[in-house]
């Protein structure tokens, strides 16, 4: 081996030390200290994005993305509709015409603002709380009202509980209740989305009770370190459920947690439909450009009960409720739109009637159809059903037969 020879292979494995090295650094510090000092627990403090005050007016010198009528009034109808649905839902399960239900109300504008930024042909991958993101996207009064019955007009085929939605068409993935599951699955799909090519993203909405599963912080890590085109948007509501955001963590809310994962990460006024909508855009340009993961906490406030089966009376105040009544995202919104002469007050009530008689004539509509056909309950699981699987099918429908008087008419109608 000659020296030139020696040299050039010492050189090549020293520099293979050298990237070794650098890639397996964990810090991007480049200082050194000789004094013991903890860096303190809040000495992050991250601000928020505001764009409008509260009679609609914009802050001066605000970095609002362009909102066209359009879009702004796509996105206040979804608001108002997805408003009526939830109060009407909310008294049909009273009324015992559904088994449970989940509202969106006080978080619309943290919803629906990302929802219109976002291209069709992402993926969304949502908790249970976002069926504004679904509306929308198109999904009709009779799917909705289809998926709360389980009936035959459920796309999901009656096999989820109610508020579970999903659309393939409308590139919505399916809600499953263990909570932060979407989160890397998210960062996986974004992965498959990366590979593609496409220049589709994908985002994924939880709240931030779920961000204290292992799963939030396993899908964070993984988005940052394959680079993947997800956005990550937290509905920090204040609650999980009975649990104040106070007693769920210490940090900085969840934010914080971003940065710590090495994640573009910002934080905004969730019931500021134009905050959310300004920095979705800069999210999904900058994640879908560079193939990179962001996070977006928006700070909102959870209006009404967790969901049907809960009484928040039992763990808060009136009054704290009322001081987050009086920030209604929807009024905001409406109050700018008044103010560009958008929309009117007129147009307005005509809106709510509409709506409101649609929502009412589609139950009474869709409550008489017929539950999925019990023989198709397992024939599209697998190709063939799987001998354990089968069993199964056999008890409960000898249970069904034995039983008939507990269950609906129209459940396991043989
Ligand atoms: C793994 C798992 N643990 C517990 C639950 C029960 N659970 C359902 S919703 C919820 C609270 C979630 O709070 P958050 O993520 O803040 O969402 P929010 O309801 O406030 O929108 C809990 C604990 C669950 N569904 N899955
Ligand atoms: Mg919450």
Not at 106 to 113: C, D, K, N, P, S
Not at 168 to 178: A, D, F, G, Q, R
Not at 252 to 273: C, F
Not at 392 to 398: I, M, N, S, T, V
């Amino acid at each position: 081996m000659s020296n030139a020879t020696v040299s050039k292979a010492a050189l090549s494995s020293a520099a293979g030390l050298a990237s070794l090295s650098s890639s397996a650094a964990v810090s991007n510090s480049k200082t050194a200290t000789h004094k013991v000092k903890f860096i303190a627990g809040n000495s992050l403090s991250i601000p928020t994005l505001k764009l409008l005050k509260a009679d609609g007016a914009e802050y001066k010198g605000g970095s609002a993305a362009n909102l066209d009528k359009e879009t702004a009034l796509h996105s206040y109808k979804t608001m108002q509709f997805i408003r009526v649905l939830d109060d009407r839902m909310v008294a049909a399960q009273r009324q015992g015409r559904l088994s449970f239900y989940l509202t969106c109300t006080g978080e619309e504008a943290a919803v629906v603002g990302s929802a219109a930024a976002l291209q069709p042909t992402d993926m969304i991958m949502g908790q249970y709380r976002e069926q504004a993101a679904l509306r929308y996207r198109g999904f009709t009064t009779e799917q909705f009202m289809g998926q709360l019955m389980g009936n035959e007009m459920d796309l999901g085929k009656g096999r989820q509980m109610p508020v579970h939605y999903g659309s393939k068409e409308l590139n919505y993935m399916t809600i499953s209740s263990p909570l932060a599951t979407q989160i890397p699955q998210a960062a996986g799909f974004a992965y498959g989305q990366k590979l593609a090519d496409k220049g589709d993203c994908t985002v994924c909405y939880f709240g931030e009770g779920a961000a204290s599963e292992g799963d939030f912080h396993a899908g964070l890590n993984m988005a940052a370190v394959q680079n993947v085109p997800v956005i990550f948007i937290c509905r920090n509501n204040g609650y999980a459920i009975s649990t104040p955001a106070e007693e769920q963590f210490k940090g900085d809310g969840i934010a914080s947690r971003g940065v710590g994962y090495g994640i573009q990460t910002i934080r905004v006024d969730g019931n500021d439909l134009l905050a959310v909508y300004s920095a979705t855009v800069a999210a999904r340009e900058f994640s879908v450009n560079n193939n990179q993961p962001v996070l977006i906490e928006c700070m909102t406030y959870r209006l009404g009960a967790h969901s049907t089966s809960d009484d928040p009376s039992g763990y808060r105040s009136k009054s704290e409720e009322d001081i987050w009544r009086e920030k209604d995202p929807i009024a905001r919104f409406k109050n700018w739109l008044l103010k560009k002469q958008w929309w009117s007050d007129d147009e307005d009530k005509v809106l709510l009637e509409q709506y409101r008689s649609e929502v009412l004539a589609t139950l009474k509509q869709v409550e008489k159809l017929p539950l999925q056909a019990f023989d198709s309950l397992i024939t599209d699981v697998y190709d063939q059903p799987t001998q354990q699987l089968q069993e199964q099918f056999d008890a409960l429908k000898e249970h069904l037969g034995k039983y008939p008087e507990h269950y609906p008419t129209s459940a396991g109608s043989l």
